[in-house]
């Protein structure tokens, strides 16, 4: 089932998301949605929070278009090693939709979590995945990738956003 995916300035998205118990048919059920969700608005990731759930859980898959489907489904993911190494990368977010902007990130990330069927994996990633990685795992803690930038290129984003917002809420009248 498509879910909702919520934008800024919504508070939800502020906040930092609790650890998930047991890994069972309701969280497995979330996880589908997630996906179902993501695919539909084109996104590479999407984080429970984006959708109004304050858990610890996160879908990737940045599989292209004509590829076959990649899905990540990760529940408690915990980044246990990033590399010192860094790098400047394009990134949006569904939740601040059509806004762009470089952010540094770690090249390459380790990362533990519990599959969909509670089992612990290691996964160890680089270049774009370990991007999305990070990306969605701030969202857990609250974070959006415009807090990595300059105050003067976060209000510019936010002051965009808030124009597009008003456009389409005049559009619907
Ligand atoms: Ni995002």
């Known amino acids: 089932m498509k879910m909702k995916i919520l ?18 048919d309701n969280i497995r059920s979330v996880l589908n949605d997630m996906l179902e969700t993501m695919y539909d608005a084109n996104g590479v990731g999407l984080a429970a929070p984006q959708v109004g759930l304050l858990q610890r859980i996160v879908v990737i898959d940045i599989a292209a ?3 076959e489907k990649q ?11 990033s590399s010192e190494e860094k790098e400047c990368g394009s990134e949006g977010c569904l939740s601040i939709p059509n806004q762009f902007a470089p ?15 509670g089992t ?3 996964l160890e990633a680089k270049g774009f995945l ?3 990685i990070q990306h969605e795992l701030d969202h857990l803690d609250g974070i959006i990738f415009i807090d990595h930038l300059s105050q003067l290129r976060k209000k510019m984003l936010l002051k965009r956003h808030e124009k597009a917002l008003k456009r389409m809420a005049l559009e619907e009248e």
């Open 7 to 24: 934008q800024l300035p919504n508070p939800v998205l502020r906040e930092k998301s609790k650890k998930v118990d047991v890994v069972d």
């Open 65 to 67: 278009k004509e590829e």
């Open 71 to 81: 899905p990540l489904k990760m529940v408690n993911p915990k980044i246990v090693w």
């Open 120 to 122: 612990a994996q290691k």
């Open 103 to 117: 952010v540094e990130r770690s090249v390459e990330v380790h990362v533990e979590f519990l599959d969909e069927n």
């Open 130 to 132: 370990a991007v999305a």
